[in-house]
Nanobody, 124 residues
């Protein structure tokens, strides 16, 4: 079992930045691929980014490439998502996810463990 707790969300103006964090506990965090998803009101969950257990392999949705950066610190059991140049369409609840089977997973059902989410709201 892996427990995930997101933090760092908030209300920001368009063009601003945020860094989301996801603290993991439970089983060995460094053995798990990690990912970020987001869900806007009335929409299905959307893949944002993922990272391999080593941190070497990273995957991004086309909509966030160049603006979002995923990273992890295995010594701190923490996953990060640096979000720059925020747009109103980035408004959503952001969730982190963990899975032992690898990072090339792009749908919600492919990930085993989930956090409770953190709200990001971008004003225009």
């Amino acid at each position: 079992q892996v427990q995930l707790v997101e933090s760092g969300g908030g209300l920001v103006q368009a063009g601003g930045s945020l860094r989301l964090s996801c603290a993991a506990s439970g089983r060995t965090y460094s053995n798990y691929a990690m990912g970020w998803f987001r869900q806007a009101p009335g929409k299905e969950p959307e893949f944002v980014a993922s990272i391999s257990w080593s941190g070497i392999s990273k995957n991004y949705a086309d909509s966030v490439k160049g603006r979002f950066t995923i990273s992890r610190d295995n010594a701190k059991n923490t996953l990060y998502l640096q979000i720059n140049s925020l747009k109103p369409e980035d408004t959503a609840v952001y969730y982190c996810a963990a899975d032992p089977r690898g990072s090339r997973r792009y749908t919600k059902d492919d990930w085993l463990y989930w956090g409770q989410g953190t709200q990001v709201t971008v004003s225009s």
